[in-house]
């Protein structure tokens, strides 16, 4: 990895930033790769209709370029069909491997959302092992360390646990997770709650120890959506929202 990339990130001019999520597609815009200000949109909103937001937000400027990533092939490939060819971006898998050195298989299954946060993690903290979770549909926890991606886990989202248990039961209710639950429930609806709360705090916890029997020095950033929510779930742990925007930033300079 190039030193000075990894001290600080170097102005790309005027760009919107469209990371396209399984759940939700983010527009953002930053003068330094750190501060963004951004939207969240539905991804099953047609793009046309998530650029309208965005305008209202900071109008359109004719020199823009658009920067384009994210993990839903039938999505991504509406927004190329609305942007103009000449001023659209995506991020080169090379540049990715050159920076974050990784023995992954295939190479492209790597997900743009992970490759971005490791792509951050791998520039701001060049000295320091990292965990990274990533609590969205899907929850992703890689481990950085030695200057390399050594791996990770992906488990199933919060959510997306929640209501397979409502749909494929007869009687189970669709509940929504509480910030803390009880170790026992003594209701269907709080023994939901208790089991899936608690099944990702040990799941969480247990990747942690284990990642850090490895690096006892590897420091846990959180991100993604629901991670404000856990932080308190995982002691010393750092949540750092534009985890993904700030690598997606990077990941696009020269």
Do not use: K
Request: some cysteine.
């Amino acid at each position: 990895m190039v030193e000075c990339w990894r001290r600080q990130p170097a102005a790309i001019g005027i760009m919107i930033f469209i990371a396209v999520g399984n759940t939700r597609t983010l527009l953002a815009q930053s003068n330094d790769g750190l501060h963004f200000q951004s939207i969240s949109a539905a991804t099953a909103l047609h793009p046309a209709h998530i650029l309208q937001q965005w305008e209202q937000l900071r109008p359109h400027a004719e020199e823009e370029t658009f920067a384009l990533g994210g993990v839903v092939p039938e999505a991504l490939q509406t927004w190329r069909e609305l942007l103009p060819e000449a001023r659209l971006r995506e991020p080169d898998l090379a540049v990715f491997n050159q920076r974050v050195p990784n023995a992954y298989v295939p190479g492209e299954a790597l997900g743009f959302d992970r490759r971005c946060c490791l792509l951050a993690a791998a520039r701001d903290y060049p000295a320091q092992s990292s965990i990274i979770i990533d609590m969205g549909t899907a929850i992703t926890i890689d481990l950085l360390a030695d200057g390399r991606f050594q791996g990770g886990r992906i488990l199933p989202g919060i959510t997306m646990s929640l209501h397979a248990l409502f749909l494929d039961t007869a009687l189970l209710p669709d509940m929504d997770l509480p910030v803390s639950a009880a170790a026992l429930g003594n209701s269907t609806g709080a023994a939901i709650q208790s089991g899936v709360f608690h099944l990702f705090a040990d799941a969480l916890q247990g990747a942690i120890t284990h990642f850090q029997q490895m690096y006892p020095d590897a420091q846990v950033l959180l991100t993604g959506g629901d991670a404000a929510l856990w932080q308190a779930q995982i002691p010393n742990s750092q949540h750092v929202p534009d985890l993904l925007l700030r690598g997606f930033y990077g990941w696009l300079q020269a």
